[in-house]
């Protein structure tokens, strides 16, 4: 786990409360690139970062986590200013913990953001796998529709097109039908005429 903390006291009662159950990396306040760097160099399970109140720099360095490392991140924070709670959980945090941090609601608290940060990440795989599913099916019927204008084809006959092609070449259908598009595109504009 990689604790953030600027305040040796705060620190060490986390510390207290995981001493148990997992190895504790230590660090003062982070940001950006040395934050990213950190989190590369020694690949936590969790971030723990604990601060009075989540400032811009904060909030922002845990957005780059999120996007370019996701892990689960506990925050725990002094006091509540304006809407640091909404703003951190939208950067990616896991769990958000205002004031109270006592040894013994250490590890609940990280037991729960994990949980919480398993069933998020599995939602955000399945949006993505759809998404892609769809774009996918969407240059497929792109490409049958041109084989079926260009060559006569019959809906099936297209498929049965491409999924050979995609056999054969040893290649995703997706991939297949976006060459095809490319080099049906390619021709079509080689006939063109010439605009003046």
Known sequence: MLLI????ERAR???????????VHTATQTHGRVLLDLIARISPD????DCNSPDRDTIESLRLVA???PKPIVMFVEEEGGGGMQEAIEAGVSAYVIDGLTPKRVQPLIDTAIARFRHMDGLRNELKKTKDDLAARKVIERAK???????????DQAFSSIRTMSQQQGKPIK???ENILTIVGMLAGKHAPDNI
């Open 46 to 49: 969790v971030i723990i970062m």
């Open 13 to 23: 009662q986390v510390e207290e409360g995981l001493i148990a159950n997992a190895v």
């Open 145 to 155: 529709g041109m084989l079926m204008q260009h060559h006569g084809m019959t809906e």
């Open 67 to 69: 996007q370019s490392n």
């Open 5 to 8: 903390d600027e305040d040796p």
């Open 175 to 177: 991939e297949v039908a």
